[in-house]
T-cell receptor
Framework: GENVEQHPSTLSVQEGDSAVIKCTYS??????FPWYKQELGKGPQLIID?????GEKKDQRIAVTLNKTAKHFSLHITETQPEDSAVYFC???????????FGAGTTVTVRA | GAGVSQTPSNKVTEKGKYVELRCDPI?????LYWYRQSLGQGPEFLIY????????DSGLPNDRFFAVRPEGSVSTLKIQRTERGDSAVYLC???FGGGAHNEQFFGPGTRLTVL
């Protein structure tokens, strides 16, 4: 089955700086890579996703890059704000499947 | 519109008891998923429904766990003879279809504590 590893487990950044979270996956047949943000006491919320036919996708301050050859993908948050503080999860899904395999999460703290 | 809702938000039970956790998916979503999230971990897949049938229950840890979706909408996750190791947040998600290109939307979860 799919194995997704996520680093770092915790990340503290100064407000206004950038945050980068990296994930690797094992299943070369995976073709869909969503990122979720989870705030305390809430369920994961989809913030951006990327499919294997593109290498980069951007949505305002958030961008995701995908390297299919190396089987890794990254989340970039620019101009971080205190409300970006949360746990972020990467996930991967096989093209023939429907269930998501998640990384262990990254706790991001934005210092004011 | 309304998102995925789950009830109860918190459930405390004693070891050996039976519990039911409910999920109301987004209206019109035919696919429904249950995941389990242990403290400090990412969600782990339990079971997937397409309509009324369980298309994949390979993530259920053992036969104490069972889920139903009799009318293709609301789903109930049932846990018999609960154990302390069952303590976790149980998340439900739904998507418009079950295909590989459909986004999954999660509910707030039910936090289960087995004493």
């Amino acid at each position: 089955g799919e194995n997704v590893e996520q680093h770092p487990s915790t990340l503290s950044v100064q407000e206004g700086d950038s945050a980068v979270i990296k994930c690797t996956y094992s299943d070369s047949a995976s073709n869909y890579f969503p990122w979720y943000k989870q705030e305390l006491g809430k369920g994961p919320q989809l913030i951006i996703d990327i499919r294997s036919n593109v290498g980069e996708k951007k949505d305002q301050r958030i961008a995701v890059t995908l390297n299919k050859t190396a089987k890794h993908f990254s989340l970039h948050i620019t101009e971080t704000q205190p409300e970006d503080s949360a746990v972020y999860f990467c996930a991967a899904r096989n093209r023939n499947d429907y269930k998501l395999s998640f990384g262990a999460g990254t706790t991001v703290t934005v210092r004011a | 519109g309304a998102g995925v809702s789950q009830t109860p938000s918190n459930k405390v039970t004693e070891k050996g008891k039976y519990v039911e956790l409910r999920c109301d998916p987004i209206s019109g979503h035919t696919a429904l998923y249950w995941y389990r999230q242990s403290l400090g971990q990412g969600p782990e897949f339990l079971i997937y429904f397409q309509g009324t049938g369980a298309a994949d229950d390979s993530g259920l840890p053992n036969d104490r766990f069972f889920a139903v979706r009799p009318e293709g909408s609301v789903s109930t996750l049932k846990i018999q003879r609960t154990e302390r190791g069952d303590s976790a947040v149980y998340l439900c998600a739904s998507s418009f279809g079950g295909g590989a290109h459909n986004e999954q939307f999660f509910g707030p979860g039910t936090r289960l504590t087995v004493l």
